[in-house]
Nanobody, 119 residues
Framework: QVQLVESGGGLVQAGGSLRLSCAAS????????MGWFRQAPGKERVFVAA????????TYADSVKGRFAISRGNAKNPVYLQMNSLKPEDTAVYYC????????????WGQGTQVTVSS
């Protein structure tokens, strides 16, 4: 069974940091683009960051530029998200996702990890 499992979420004060990990099982995602998305209560899921399979290109939502950093890992943990200078508006469930087709929608998703930032 192919799975992506996020970890590293939790409760942190504003200005703090968290590092999210995404563990893969059932197949390798080393050769695919990966991304992070988030969904705040009562809102739609939105894009946070993405990275190409080589790690050579990264894109970020404007709301997290300069504060978050996406990086590649190994086959078991293909992607990370370092979150610094966290704000209460970053509170959301964070999801990692894999894009196995070039230009196609993300087709593998984790179950999400809760990040709560207190003011």
């Amino acid at each position: 069974q192919v799975q992506l499992v996020e970890s590293g979420g939790g409760l942190v004060q504003a200005g703090g940091s968290l590092r999210l990990s995404c563990a893969a099982s059932g197949r390798t995602f080393s050769k695919y683009a990966m991304g992070w998305f988030r969904q705040a209560p009562g809102k739609e899921r939105v894009f946070v960051a993405a990275i190409t399979w080589s790690g050579g290109s990264r894109t970020y939502a404007d709301s997290v530029k300069g504060r978050f950093a996406i990086s590649r890992g190994n086959a078991k943990n293909p992607v990370y998200l370092q979150m610094n200078s966290l704000k209460p508006e970053d509170t959301a469930v964070y999801y990692c996702a894999a894009q196995t087709g070039s230009g196609a929608p993300y087709d593998y998703w984790g179950q999400g990890t809760q990040v709560t930032v207190s003011s």
